[in-house]
Structure formats: C-alpha cells, structure tokens
C-alpha cells in the first residue's frame, strides 16, 4: 500500500479533451518517515509514521520535539513538522528519514481520502438524517419537523443508536475509489476527481493499492573554509609596517 498525507487547496476543473472534470485540489507532502513500528516492538503493532507541514518549534510541545530530534529531523530555521499521522502497514525496505512525495502515485490511480467533514452545527433530525416530516395538514400545525416518536412505552428507555437532533459534521469521513486526474510534481500537488472531506486547508490522509516510492533525503553539505592566499597588496602591507616597528624600537 501507498500513503501520503496532504492538505486539500480548494476544488476546480480540468479539461480532458472536450470534457470538464471537477476535481479537489491537494497538496500532497513531501512527508518525511519519523518513525517504524513493529509488532515485535512495545508498539504492539506495525505502523508507518510519517510528517508533514510546518510549525514554529515554539508552539509544539517538548516530548514531541524531543521525538523528532531523537529521529533526526531537527528543526531548520526555528521551525519543525506540523503533524504526524499513522498508515497501518508494513513496508520493506523503509527507512526513517526517507521522504515520500507525489511521485509514489500515477495519474489514474485509485485512491481513498480520509478527512474531518466540515461542522455544521446543532441540525434537527430533517436536516442531519433526511428525515421526512409530518404531513402538515390535520392539525400538525408548527410541527412538521420534528422526528415524532423516539420509542415503546415498554422498555422506558430511549435505545443506543437512535436518530436524533444533535451536531452535525465535524467527525472523521471517508471517501473511496477517487481517481488521481492530473499531478503537478514540481509543487507536490494532487488533483482529485469529485469531492474530499473537509474544509480548505483542512488535513486529509491519501492512500491507495501499489507500491510505496521513497526518496532519500538530501545531505546538506558543509561549507568549505578556502584558504586565505597572499596577494600582492597584503605583501606590500607587510613590507611598509615592517619599518615603522623597528623605528619604535
């Protein structure tokens, strides 16, 4: 399995010879690996932890700090990894530090997307369940919208479970078999078919059939210390201080 996490931009259309297909756009990692699990491990199970986006080091708690440190992702410019997700797989050959971008997917790729729908408040039932209402003739008067009935006078108890008014939206949501209709590389984004979950900026976690493509992270190189070379005007320096010590003396 493949994965990737990214951050939906906002929806749009691409043409496709003389169709037009709305499609969400995403901007998929670079994520970093930040950490193995193992089912041999005191995990207990295997997962691939990965990291994405940008946070002054700041704002993010110590033990997490110290937990990228001790996997080698030290922060640069006073700024550190935004998220950390889990994928539930085992992938061979993996490394921490190895960094997987859009290149993992293909453009015709079937993905699924998770993400947090956007919260819409406290809805009736109608609203939230698509509920029918009440015929609204025969003296139902302002109560067309109601949800009626929520059970038996028998067990004198309102059942687990049961459709009701309350919050809406807000909570985990998955969409499946969405299709990969064009990728921009250079800028690590992806371009969806149909709707994602959730708001823009919003977080979504991508993944799809196939096999996982890393790349290894770029080695900063030290900066060279040239030597100083004598040119001709320190020589001539050199010379015309010479004498003015001696006549001190």
Known sequence: MKFIIGKKIEMTQVWQGEKVIAVTKVQAGPCPVVQLKTANSKDGYTA????????????????????????????????????????????KDLKVGDIVDVNTFEI??????????????????????????????????????????????????????????GRMGNARSTVS???????????????????VPGARNGLVLISGEGELKT??????????VKPEIATEETVVEAKTEAPAEESKK
């Open 48 to 91: 691939v932890q990965l990291g994405f986006g940008e946070r002054k080091e700041k704002n993010v708690n110590k033990p997490q700090v110290g937990h990228l440190k001790k996997a080698g992702l030290a922060s640069k410019n006073g700024k550190t990894l935004r998220y950390l997700c889990e994928f539930r797989d085992e992938v």
């Open 215 to 224: 790349v290894a992270p770029a080695v900063e190189k030290a900066e060279e």
């Open 108 to 165: 015709g790729d079937k993905i699924k997307v998770v993400g947090t729908s956007k919260g819409k408040g406290f809805q009736g039932g109608v609203r939230r369940h698509h509920f029918h209402g009440h015929n609204s003739t025969h003296g139902t008067k302002d109560q067309v919208r109601t949800g009626g009935s929520i059970g038996a006078g028998g067990p004198q108890h309102v059942f687990k479970g049961l459709r009701m008014p």
């Open 177 to 195: 078999n969405l299709k990969i209709v064009q990728m921009d590389k250079e800028n690590n984004i992806l371009y969806i078919s149909g709707a």
